[in-house]
Each structure stands twice: as C-alpha cells, then as structure tokens.
C-alpha cells in the first residue's frame, strides 16, 4: 500500500469515527429529550396541569411521576382517616382521584392504595409527605407553590366533602377540618 492509499485509509477512518461519535451524541440527546417529553407527559397526566413551566421545572428537578403521585394521594388518606374510618364515599372519591392519576394502570400502586384504604397508614408517612413537599416547595417560586398547594388542599377538601353530613349538609367533620388545617400548614 503506497502513503496515498493508506492516508486516503485512514482519512476515511478518522471521518467515519468522527461521525459514529456525533451520531451517538445525537442519538444520546434524542433519547434524553423523549425521555424528558415522556417524564413530563407523565407528570401533566398525574397533576392535571397544562403549565408548561411547572412541568419544565419539575422534571429540571428530576421529581419522578410516581413521587408526584403518591405526593399528591398521601394527603387524600389522610383526610379520609382523620376520623378513624373511611366512608365509602371518601373511599371512592380516592379512588377517582387515583384513577385520573393513572394508579389504576400500576398494579404495585394500586395494591398500595388498597392497602392505605383498608389500614390506616402509619403517621411516619405523613411525616415524610411532609418533608418531601417542603423540600419539593423549597424548589418552586411561589406560583408554583400556591398552584400545588390548591390542588392538593382542594383535592383533600373533595375527599372530606365526599362523606357529606347530616343529610348531605355540612360535609366536613371537625377531625377532617383538623386534618386540612394540618396539611395546609405544610404549604406554609
């Protein structure tokens, strides 16, 4: 092989390799951005949310899906707990709102659930719901915050509401109004 041959050999080598490297970077960044679309997809469906801020901001923040999920049922059960049982009303009102979360689609979460529904869960995982919103808060600018906190807060107010009163009249019980108090402190 003379010097022309094997330069015009490796020449093509050197190019070759040079656009293997860069395709591979493209195909690396076309994954990671599917991945971010499938993350914040995930996440418009789980929070009901079309802000696309709060979604980038979510997902710059690495918050899985299924922490949202749980972020946003935890306070739900609780409510519904407040006064020692669950009303078949607030069982269903969970149940809904775990369904328009996509619960239903895990079976892990949804057996979860089930579990909550049926026991109370210990107050430990309150206590972590706690420390999670406040670091996941901590994160947010404030519009953000009073929108998550409007759509936890309101969806617990549902559940408490979801029992009702005295013939349907005054849906919540001082325990659950205890409890909402208690979770809307959170949001602080």
Same mark, same amino acid.
């Given at each position: +092989?003379?010097?022309?041959?094997?330069?015009?050999?490796?020449?093509?080598?050197?190019?070759?390799? !040079?656009? %293997?490297? /860069?395709?591979?970077?493209?195909?690396?960044?076309?994954?990671?951005?599917?991945?971010?679309?499938?993350?914040?997809?995930?996440?418009?469906?789980?929070?009901?949310?079309?802000?696309?801020?709060?979604?980038? &901001?979510?997902?710059?923040?690495?918050?899985?899906?299924?922490?949202?999920?749980? !972020?946003?049922?935890? =306070?739900?059960? %609780?409510?519904?707990?407040?006064?020692?049982?669950?009303?078949?009303? /607030?069982? %269903?009102?969970?149940?809904?709102?775990?369904?328009?979360?996509?619960?239903?689609?895990?079976?892990?979460?949804? %057996?979860?659930?089930?579990?909550?529904?049926?026991?109370? =869960?210990?107050?430990?995982?309150? /206590?972590?719901?706690? &420390?999670?919103?406040?670091?996941?808060?901590?994160?947010?600018?404030?519009?953000?915050?009073? +929108? +998550?906190? /409007?759509? @936890?807060?309101?969806?617990?107010?549902? @559940?408490?509401?979801?029992?009702?009163? !005295?013939?349907?009249?005054?849906?919540?019980?001082?325990?659950?109004?205890?409890?909402?108090?208690?979770?809307?402190?959170?949001?602080?």
């Amino acid at each position: +092989m003379n010097d022309a041959t094997g330069l015009k050999s490796y020449a093509k080598a050197l190019e070759d390799s !040079f656009f %293997e490297r /860069e395709n591979q970077q493209l195909l690396a960044k076309l994954r990671e951005q599917g991945a971010r679309e499938r993350k914040r997809a995930t996440l418009r469906e789980a929070l009901k949310i079309d802000d696309e801020d709060v979604l980038d &901001h979510l997902v710059a923040l690495d918050v899985s899906p299924e922490a949202i999920v749980a !972020f946003s049922l935890v =306070p739900l059960v %609780e409510v519904a707990w407040a006064d020692g049982q669950i009303q078949p009303d /607030e069982r %269903e009102a969970i149940l809904r709102a775990a369904d328009e979360r996509g619960v239903s689609s895990s079976p892990y979460s949804r %057996e979860l659930l089930d579990n909550w529904l049926r026991r109370r =869960p210990p107050a430990a995982l309150l /206590e972590v719901w706690r &420390h999670y919103a406040k670091a996941l808060l901590r994160d947010l600018d404030a519009n953000d915050c009073r +929108m +998550m906190r /409007e759509r @936890v807060i309101g969806s617990a107010r549902a @559940v408490a509401e979801a029992a009702g009163g !005295f013939l349907g009249i005054g849906s919540i019980s001082a325990a659950e109004k205890g409890a909402l108090e208690d979770l809307d402190q959170t949001f602080g």
